[in-house]
Nanobody, 114 residues
Framework: QVQLVESGGGSVQAGESLRLSCVVSGRAATATRMAWYRQAPGKQRDLVAWITRGSGYAEYVDSVKGRFTISRYDNTVYLEMANLEPEDTAVYYC?????????WGQGTQVTVSS
C-alpha cells in the first residue's frame, strides 16, 4: 500500500520561507527518484523538483532555482522554500519521478500573499 503524507504548508507573506515534508511508505519508499509537484488554482499539476536516492542529485524547474531546495532523509522528502512569491501559491504534492504513481496524497496548501 502506498502512502504519501504531505505537511508543512501555510499562509505566508512574499519573501518568507516554508519547509514542506512528505512521509513516504509502501511501494513509493523504494523509488529511486522522488519529486515535489504543485497545482495552482485552475491549472494542471506541474513538477517543481526531484531528487535521486543515494547520490542526492537534484533538479529544479527554472522558476524555483536558487529559492527551493529538495532533500531526502530515510522515508521523508523535504522541500525548503525561501523567498516565496505569490506565484508559488499552490497545493504541493510529492510523488515518484519520472512517472508519478496513480495514487496521490492530500497535498499541502501554500498561500503566498504580496
Amino acid at each position: 500500500q502506498v502512502q504519501l503524507v504531505e505537511s508543512g504548508g501555510g499562509s505566508v507573506q512574499a519573501g518568507e520561507s516554508l519547509r514542506l515534508s512528505c512521509v513516504v511508505s509502501g511501494r513509493a519508499a523504494t523509488a529511486t527518484r522522488m519529486a515535489w509537484y504543485r497545482q495552482a488554482p485552475g491549472k494542471q499539476r506541474d513538477l517543481v523538483a526531484w531528487i535521486t536516492r543515494g547520490s542526492g542529485y537534484a533538479e529544479y524547474v527554472d522558476s524555483v532555482k536558487g529559492r527551493f531546495t529538495i532533500s531526502r532523509y530515510d522515508n521523508t522528502v523535504y522541500l525548503e522554500m525561501a523567498n516565496l512569491e505569490p506565484e508559488d501559491t499552490a497545493v504541493y504534492y510529492c510523488n515518484t519521478y519520472p512517472g508519478a504513481l496513480d495514487f496521490w496524497g492530500q497535498g499541502t496548501q501554500v498561500t503566498v500573499s504580496s
